[in-house]
């Protein structure tokens, strides 16, 4: 099927690792893509081709990709780490959209 | 350093038409896909299209094919938004996003667009 799924939210104690999830069919053949996204602020990329950080962001965050499932770890987890974390992949369709993730409500406890 | 700078909120009626603008700054704005994003408590993010502005090649997710317009200035380098006939449905934020690759790299800072009698 032509969507991607994640947990709704996951909560992780300051200093703990975490693992958000994405799955969908598209994952076995396209690299995931990761956006962090804080209350009132557009999404920011954290992670892209699986497994490569933007200049500026923390190199706890490390991602991951097995079959259908891409996984965006963090190591070390920051009350600033808070946030919704949206996955996205690219889709079979030619219009060169992706599809995203319904989101993860991270809470750091 | 590249910037998405996006036009203000909007508080609209159903049935009028509007326009947001995205104005691009920091790169070469005809080299990239630009696009616009939706976003709304219960459906998350969504891709509606993208524009290429280089020659204008235009692509729509089949959810907002027919419903707006996507199009890109390269003499301004401004992305625009479009629609004919709005909807309370449509009341959202809207982002425009550069892709780079096949993915998002560059956002703007969202327009909230609110559609209300």
């Known amino acids: 099927s032509s969507e991607v799924t994640q947990d709704p939210a996951v909560s992780v104690a300051v200093g703990q690792t975490v693992r958000i999830t994405c799955q969908g069919d598209?994952?076995?053949?396209?690299?995931a893509t990761w956006y962090q996204q804080k209350p009132g602020q557009p999404p920011v990329l954290v992670m892209y081709?699986?497994?490569n950080r933007p200049s500026g962001i923390p190199d706890r965050f490390s991602g991951s990709s097995s079959g259908n499932t891409a996984t965006l770890t963090i190591t070390g987890a920051q009350a600033e780490d808070e946030a919704d974390y949206y996955c996205n992949s690219r889709d079979s369709s030619d219009n060169g959209l992706g599809l995203f993730g319904g989101g993860t409500k991270l809470t750091v406890l | 350093e590249v910037q998405l700078v996006q036009s203000r909120a909007e508080v609209k009626k159903p049935g009028e038409s509007l326009k947001i603008s995205c104005k691009a700054s920091g790169y070469s704005f005809f080299s990239y896909w630009i696009g616009w994003v939706r976003q709304t408590p219960g459906k998350g993010l969504e891709w509606m299209g993208i524009?290429?502005?280089?020659?204008?090649?235009?692509k729509y997710s089949p959810s907002f094919q027919g419903q707006v317009t996507i199009s890109a200035d390269k003499s301004i380098n401004t992305a625009y938004l479009q629609w004919s006939t709005l909807k309370s449905s449509d009341s959202a934020m809207y982002y425009c996003?550069?892709?780079?690759?096949?993915?998002?790299?560059?956002w703007g800072q969202g327009t909230l667009v609110t559609v209300s009698s």
């Open positions: 524009v290429y502005p280089g020659d204008s090649d235009t």
């Open positions: 996003a550069r892709r780079t690759g096949w993915y998002i790299d560059h």
């Open positions: 081709g699986n497994n």
């Open positions: 598209s994952l076995r053949s396209y690299y």
